[in-house]
Every structure is written in structure tokens, then in C-alpha cells.
């Protein structure tokens, strides 16, 4: 059972939370982008406009790896445990879209009164356009999620699935692939992964290697995210090439790790690579895998490299 302590957190935290196991939150560039016209990154390398995006999770508190990267409060975290990976029964998917959009419109309700608030944004924001089904937690771990994205594309959404590529059974099995599946792949090998992820389940490392092999198989757009950390898998780019090179995904982002949220508890801000340090990673990354650097957004420490010679925009 999920105490009443632990919920409250999520709710101090921002989280709406929907059902028993979901949320939206607002994203950082939902007001960014009202209030100062800087848009995420992805609107630029994908063409998501970051006003009409909304930010959720089919598993706000159930993941089977704890990476010390995330931001995401983990069990231990301020005293507080829970079982991660101990699945609750789960909600129907057609009644957590709907609660993510009634969510998603609460939120913007406290803009109305910002003289600040870009009007014609604010408007079409009220018709949220896509949905990034990642912000915390595994969402693989949720059972009906291929009737979930389904329910997203039934209402004229585009979907970006972010998973850490450790239940390949559940991506093989997906009724309805995403417009983009994002494969989280953050360390170059075994031994790094065991020390940067944690995972929490067995044979971690050779489930994300059958995900990767998978992924040539599908056919939306696939993604390879790598967030890097100084002096724990910001290294051996060549490495990284092999997994790239088994997984062919349209695109590769290497990002940097922000010293944010709960990961403060268990890295310092010297872990935190600069841009230089990303794009020179990258650079070596392109001629490794011979992917091109395609574009790259400094403010967020990421470059968007792709066999591609030009973006295209997924909406």
C-alpha cells in the first residue's frame, strides 16, 4: 500500500494524480514556453509545440531500477519505502487519457491571470496536441499500455514512449505503437550499468540488449537517449556505437545529467557535464557510429544526432 505520506509528497510536489497509480505534472517548458517563448528542445529536433504537451505516467511510483541519475523520489528517499516494483491493480487506460487531459487543463487555468501569458499559446493550449508518456516511473510496467497509447491516438494525439528498455516482452507485445519510442540506454557496458541504473530485476542488462535488437522492427520513430554523468558513463563512446549500431534508431540524443530533484541525494553538481563535454562526446559518437550531428539546443546540454541529413517533423 502506498501511504498517505508518500501521496502527499507527490502532491507537494505538484503531481496531479490520477487514479491510483498515474499523474501529470507540469513540465518545466510548459511555462517557458508561455510565459518567455522558449520552447523544449524536442520542438525544435521533433516539432512539438511544448504549450499543447502534456507530461504523464501510467506508473508514478513503480519502477524496476533506481538510477541514480533520476529525478524521481526513489524508496529510501526521506525516510519513506515502498515496494517499487510490487504492481497495483491497474486502472482502465481510457479513464486515465481522460484524467490526464482534465489534468493537463487545471494546470493551465493558473496562467489565465498572468499578464505575462502569451494569448494566443494560452489558447491553443487548451487543445493539447501530444502527450510524452515518460516523467517518472517504468511505464512498460503497466500491462494495458499499447490500449493507453491507442486512447491518446484515438483523441488526435501524438505519443513519445520513454521506457529504459528492460521489459522486452512488453514493447514486443505493444497493440499500438507509439509516433516515437524513446529507449533510455545509459551505460556502455555491464558493469557500468549495474552501477549507474541499480536494477532492481534480474538480467537487466541482456533484457535492454534484446530491446535493442528489437527495435530495427519497428516501425515509428525510434529514438537511442543516452544521459550522461561525469565521472560515472560519460565514456567510451565506442562502445556506446555497438549498442547503437545493434538498435539502428532514427535518432541518438546524448544529454547531459541535471543536477536536479531527488538525484541530488545521490549524485553532486560536479556530475553534471558541461555542453562542451556533451558535444564533444557527441562528436565522437557521429564518427563511431557515423550518424550526423543534426542539430543541438546548448541551453539544455543535448545534440540530436541521425543517419538523417535534415529534420523532419513527427506532427
Not at 86 to 95: K, S, T
Not at 176 to 200: G, H, M, V, W
Request: hydrophobic fraction near 35%.
Amino acid at each position: 500500500m502506498i501511504s498517505d505520506e508518500l501521496i502527499q509528497l507527490l502532491k507537494t510536489q505538484k503531481y496531479h494524480l490520477i487514479g491510483e497509480h498515474s499523474a501529470v505534472k507540469r513540465c518545466r517548458w510548459l511555462y517557458e514556453t508561455l510565459i518567455h517563448d522558449r520552447p523544449c528542445y524536442k520542438q525544435k529536433f521533433y516539432g512539438i509545440k511544448s504549450h499543447q504537451c502534456i507530461q504523464m505516467t501510467p506508473t508514478v511510483l513503480y519502477c524496476n531500477m533506481r538510477c541514480r541519475f533520476c529525478w524521481r523520489v526513489q524508496s529510501g528517499d526521506l525516510e519513506l519505502k515502498w515496494t517499487e516494483t510490487e504492481l497495483p491493480r491497474w486502472d482502465d487506460p481510457e479513464e486515465i487519457v481522460d484524467g490526464c487531459i482534465q489534468a493537463q487543463l487545471k494546470i493551465l487555468s493558473g496562467y489565465k491571470g498572468n499578464s505575462k501569458t502569451n494569448r494566443e499559446k494560452y489558447k491553443e493550449a487548451f487543445t493539447p496536441k501530444h502527450v510524452a508518456i515518460s516523467l517518472t516511473g517504468e511505464p512498460t510496467l503497466y500491462q494495458p499500455l499499447g490500449d493507453l497509447i491507442r486512447g491518446f491516438h484515438k483523441r488526435g494525439f501524438t505519443t513519445f514512449l520513454v521506457t529504459n528498455g528492460t521489459v522486452p516482452e512488453a514493447l514486443s507485445q505493444l497493440s499500438n505503437e507509439p509516433t516515437q519510442l524513446y529507449i533510455s540506454a545509459c551505460a556502455p557496458d555491464k558493469k557500468t550499468f549495474l552501477e549507474t541504473c541499480r536494477p532492481q530485476t534480474r538480467a537487466a542488462w541482456e533484457k535492454l540488449n534484446e530491446t535493442l535488437s528489437l527495435l530495427p522492427s519497428f516501425k515509428c520513430s525510434t529514438v537511442i537517449r543516452l544521459t550522461l554523468v561525469r565521472h560515472l558513463n560519460l565514456k567510451r563512446p565506442d562502445l556506446y556505437a555497438r549498442l547503437i549500431e545493434k538498435a539502428n534508431p532514427r535518432f541518438v540524443e546524448p544529454k547531459a545529467y541535471m543536477h536536479v530533484g531527488f538525484s541530488r541525494l545521490r549524485l553532486g553538481f560536479e556530475n553534471m557535464p558541461t555542453y562542451s563535454e556533451i558535444r564533444e562526446f557527441a562528436v565522437e559518437l557521429a564518427r563511431d557510429t557515423g550518424y550526423n550531428v543534426l542539430s543541438e539546443v546548448p541551453e539544455s546540454r543535448v545534440v540530436l544526432l541521425s543517419r538523417l541529413k535534415k529534420l523532419i517533423k513527427l506532427t
